[in-house]
T-cell receptor, first 113, second 116 residues
Framework: NAGVTQTPKFQVLKTGQSMTLQCAQD?????MSWYRQDPGMGLRLIHY???????DQGEVPNGYNVSRSTTEDFPLRLLSAAPSQTSVYFC????????????FGSGTQLSVL | DQQVKQNSPSLSVQEGRISILNCDYT??????FLWYKKYPAEGPTFLISISSIKDKNEDGRFTVFLNKSAKHLSLHIVPSQPGDSAVYFCAASAQGSSGSARQLTFGSGTQLTVLP
């Protein structure tokens, strides 16, 4: 059972480049979300989805885009990377009724130069 | 303004002793609290939770205490083991407005080191 799979594990971008962080889960979870982790800031919610075709903004959505075309996949797009987006990104999923008990992927370390 | 605060960035304890990790919150609407554990190069994993209708929840070596009047919760690990060395995140959630999904607000984490 793979759980939540994130790719890539590491990525270096130049300012202004775009890219997509991939996230897939095989647990048939309705709820999926993206967090970023920064030193001294904990984990902050970027975007989330409660099911296919439904997405909503979290605490820090600016500069990011998401879509949820299937239950399994929830990609995060950086439209025009900025140094402030240097962070560790985590995808997480859960059953809708217990969406606080999140299952996290192993993270993507992103550096924007 | 951080609604969930973990004021101790790090904590070191001896193997076999008790580890106490603390967490404070400011939002009185929070009614469900969780602790997550994170090892390097891995994602956080759920450890233990507590509802606001309780003041204590126990799971093996881990116990979470909730003091609603002080808006404070703590995680006790007894006895501490070297494998417990990790970053521990406190998190809280409240009922979403207009039926929206409940979301977690995380603290900044505490690095626990258990010395052999």
């Amino acid at each position: 059972n793979a759980g939540v799979t994130q790719t890539p594990k590491f990525q270096v971008l130049k300012t202004g480049q775009s890219m997509t962080l991939q996230c897939a889960q095989d647990m048939n979870h309705e709820y999926m979300s993206w967090y970023r982790q920064d030193p001294g800031m904990g984990l902050r919610l970027i975007h989330y989805s409660v099911g296919a075709g439904i997405t909503d903004q979290g605490e820090v959505p600016n500069g990011y885009n998401v879509s949820r075309s299937t239950t399994e996949d929830f990609p995060l797009r950086l439209l025009s990377a900025a140094p402030s987006q240097t962070s560790v990104y985590f995808c997480a999923s859960s059953y809708q009724k217990t969406n606080e008990k999140l299952f996290f992927g192993s993270g993507t370390q992103l550096s924007v130069l | 303004d951080q609604q969930v605060k973990q004021n101790s960035p790090s904590l070191s304890v001896q193997e076999g002793r008790i580890s106490i990790l603390n967490c404070d919150y400011t939002n009185s609407m929070f009614d469900y609290f969780l602790w997550y554990k994170k090892y390097p190069a891995e994602g956080p994993t759920f450890l233990i939770s507590i509802s606001s209708i309780k003041d204590k929840n126990e799971d093996g070596r881990f116990t979470v205490f909730l003091n609603k009047s002080a808006k404070h919760l703590s995680l006790h690990i007894v006895p501490s083991q070297p494998g417990d060395s990790a970053v521990y995140f406190c998190a809280a959630s409240a009922q979403g407005s207009s039926g929206s999904a409940r979301q977690l607000t995380f603290g900044s984490g505490t690095q626990l080191t258990v010395l052999p």
